[in-house]
């Protein structure tokens, strides 16, 4: 669905790192973006292409963060990202 956007939770814990990785096999696909930012939406930590990956972050406060995924175009497409705690 054209402007659709997807949220995922994460929940971490103060100084834990993260590794967001991008598929190895991505094919940018009409503008689509990801950002890791604050529960509420308001605190950007990064902001990235699909097909790049994020890299590492280290959260220095505990609590719920997102894991957003959304087209700056309105566009729509497949996407695979992972993200694993350190």
Same mark, same amino acid.
């Given at each position: ?5 997807? &949220?995922?939770? &994460?929940?971490?814990?103060? $100084? ?37 990956? &994020? $890299?590492? &972050? ?15 175009? $309105? ?12």
């Amino acid at each position: 669905m054209p402007g659709a956007e997807d &949220i995922y939770s &994460i929940d971490v814990k103060a $100084g834990e790192e993260g590794y967001f990785r991008a598929a190895p096999d991505c094919s940018q696909t009409a503008g689509l973006r990801w950002r890791i930012e604050s529960a509420n939406g308001e605190g950007q930590l990064v902001n990235s292409s699909i097909c790049s990956d &994020i $890299g590492k &972050i280290v959260f220095a406060k505990a609590g719920q963060f997102r894991l957003h995924v959304y087209s700056y175009a $309105g566009g729509t497409g497949s996407y695979r990202v992972s993200w694993a705690a350190r």
